[in-house]
Each structure stands twice: as structure tokens, then as C-alpha cells.
């Protein structure tokens, strides 16, 4: 699993063969508890990272955006 040390759980959503990967990580450190997605593009070195991290309230209304697609 791809996800940082600070992640207590998470999962991997997609892994595709290219090695785009999206991960989805509950982590908590001395910053309280939150989400945090962890997105990344390519292989090894030429790899392109990102992470964006959720509040409480942009989680919840993430959970009810997908919620409303299925």
C-alpha cells in the first residue's frame, strides 16, 4: 500500500496500469483526525504526487455527492 505512515486505515480506490493510483486514508496526528486523499500519476521517479486533505464537513459532503450518483 502507497499510503503515508500517518494513515490509521485506508484503502486503495484505483490502481491502473499506467500506476495512477487514488487512496483514501483516515489519518490523525498532533492536527486532530481527517481524510485525506492521496493521488499519484506515473511510475518511480517520474511519478506525480498529490494530496488533498478533507475536513469533517467537505467528507460528508463528498460521501453524499457519491451517494447521489449510485
Known amino acids: 500500500m502507497h ?6 486505515e485506508g484503502v486503495i480506490f ?3 496500469p499506467c ?3 487514488l487512496e483514501v486514508a483516515r489519518v490523525h496526528d498532533d492536527d486532530g ?4 486523499l492521496f493521488m499519484s500519476e506515473g511510475r518511480g521517479d517520474d ?3 498529490s494530496t488533498i486533505e478533507l475536513t469533517r464537513d467537505q467528507a460528508v459532503q463528498l460521501i453524499e ?3 447521489a450518483a449510485v
Not at 3 to 8: D, K, R, S, V, W
Not at 33 to 36: P, S, T, W
Open 3 to 8: 499510503l503515508p505512515e500517518i494513515a490509521t
Open 14 to 16: 484505483s490502481e491502473s
Open 19 to 21: 500506476g495512477g493510483t
Open 33 to 36: 483526525e481527517r481524510i485525506a
Open 47 to 49: 511519478a506525480n504526487h
Open 65 to 67: 455527492m457519491v451517494l
